[in-house]
T-cell receptor, first 116, second 113 residues
Framework: AQKVTQAQTEISVVEKEDVTLDCVYE???????LFWYKQPPSGELVFLIR??????QNEISGRYSWNFQKSTSSFNFTITASQVVDSAVYFC?????????????FGQGTRLTINP | EAGVAQSPRYKIIEKRQSVAFWCNPI?????LYWYQQILGQGPKLLIQ????????DSQLPKDRFSAERLKGVDSTLKIQPAKLEDSAVYLC???????????FGPGTRLTVL
């Protein structure tokens, strides 16, 4: 069975602070994808990043960075110098790399509030 | 490029009534998904279509939920009869062959009274 856990239900920080969103996953598959999605108040899930299980390189995109550690089954997301526009619910998700069924298994989400 | 379209955006019904949601995927995307997102939870897949065939409907409550994707483009999701616990946001997503990412629509927020 696959499972994604986002232990932080809600996080609130002041603008310009750095913040890290935690994601821990469980899977028996040897190859899989990990994702982060952002859900602003409008409701639409916005794709942020995808990592393959065989590529543990960390990635940085502007103020966003992702730390993938297979040894601890974690895929954490850091926002540097947070801004009010970063306020949203963030979801971590998992999917095996197989043909056919492409179900995304989501965590329960972390609601991030950036206060001015 | 137009994104995934869904309608209606909001729907309020009473329990035991029927309701239908519509989704138009991104042009050319062969795979279409319906997810259910209950308040405070992550989305859960209800059904996945590849063109007009069902790939995965293992989590679809088939006694009351049905979905179809005629002609492999638009899709409708129906609930009949609705229960209080069906109150949720219903998200439609699509993806293209060779592309891993799923692109989501704005969702339909259903309230069952």
């Amino acid at each position: 069975a696959q499972k994604v856990t986002q232990a932080q239900t809600e996080i609130s920080v002041v603008e310009k602070e750095d913040v890290t969103l935690d994601c821990v996953y469980e899977t028996r598959d040897t190859t899989y994808y990990l994702f982060w999605y952002k859900q602003p108040p409008s409701g639409e899930l916005v794709f942020l990043i995808r990592r393959n299980s065989f590529d543990e390189q960390n990635e940085i995109s502007g103020r966003y960075s992702w730390n993938f550690q297979k040894s601890t089954s974690s895929f954490n997301f850091t926002i540097t110098a947070s801004q009010v526009v970063d306020s949203a619910v963030y979801f971590c998700a998992l999917r095996p790399i197989i043909q056919g069924a492409q179900k995304l298994v989501f965590g329960q989400g972390t609601r991030l509030t950036i206060n001015p | 490029e137009a994104g995934v379209a869904q309608s209606p955006r909001y729907k309020i019904i009473e329990k035991r009534q029927s309701v239908a949601f519509w989704c138009n995927p991104i042009s050319g995307h062969a795979t279409l998904y319906w997810y259910q997102q209950i308040l405070g939870q992550g989305p859960k897949l209800l059904i996945q279509f590849q063109n007009n065939g069902v790939v995965d409907d293992s989590q679809l409550p088939k006694d009351r939920f049905s979905a179809e994707r005629l002609k492999g483009v638009d899709s409708t999701l129906k609930i009949q009869p609705a229960k209080l616990e069906d109150s949720a946001v219903y998200l439609c997503a699509s993806s293209s062959s060779g592309i891993v990412e799923q692109f989501f629509g704005p969702g339909t927020r259903l309230t069952v009274l």
